[in-house]
């Protein structure tokens, strides 16, 4: 599967920030049964790359990738640790070159018509615009649409349910992402149930 093809299976990528590696499964669990299967841990705590190769092989159902993915040896370890995608805030020469090299599914994040532009030269036409909040929001979505005709986004930063339906109502949006849909709350009482139904919400959010 290439990244639109993973983006395509739900219109919401949950982004998850664990930092115990027990609460993995049952949260991954929770997340592909209220019906969104695309899993981004982020590589921002000791437990990611555990937990990572966990879910990827006691929850085959999620399709796990790795986010915040800064530089090419991040891009190896989860390669190694089983991530199927990466997704980064940001793009650098060298992870470009090493996500070609690998053959990974990438998800590069961009504020910028510049960046969107120096990566679609790269061939990457799906992209992470992030934060998407702070960086203009749905104004800037709608406003290069027609410059960027051929490049769709996953917003991602500062979205959440309030907001999730009318970004996925954009042309150019292809899935957002956010951590609305874990509360660190829920997580840390371990409220599946919580997470499931907040999960079946932005399961059914309808895309353009
Ligand atoms: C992040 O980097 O933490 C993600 O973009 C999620 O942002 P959010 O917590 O605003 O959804």
Request: proline share 6%.
């Amino acid at each position: 599967m290439d990244i639109a093809a993973i983006a395509a299976l739900a219109p919401v990528i949950p982004v998850l920030t664990i930092d115990r590696l027990e609460i993995a499964v049952p949260l991954a669990r929770a997340l592909v049964k209220g019906g969104l299967p695309v899993l981004e841990i982020t590589l921002r705590t000791d437990a990611a790359l555990d937990a990572m190769r966990t879910v990827a092989a006691e929850v085959p159902e999620a399709v796990v990738g790795a986010g915040t993915v800064l530089n090419p040896m991040q891009l190896q370890q989860a390669h190694m640790a089983g991530a199927r995608f990466a997704v980064s805030p940001g793009c650098t020469s060298d992870l470009a070159a090493g996500v070609a090299a690998m053959d990974m599914p990438f998800l590069p994040g961009v504020q910028t018509v510049s960046e969107a532009m120096t990566l679609a030269d790269r061939g990457f036409h799906l992209l992470k615009f992030f934060p998407a909040g702070a960086a203009g929001g749905m104004g800037w979505l709608k406003a290069v649409a027609a410059p960027l005709s051929g490049l769709r986004f996953c917003p991602t930063g500062g979205v959440d349910e309030s907001t999730a339906a009318s970004f996925l109502a954009l042309a150019n949006v292809a899935c957002v992402g956010g951590s609305w849909v874990a509360p660190q709350q829920a997580v840390s009482a371990g409220d599946w149930r919580r997470v499931e139904r907040l999960a079946a919400a932005a399961a059914s959010l309808k895309r353009s």
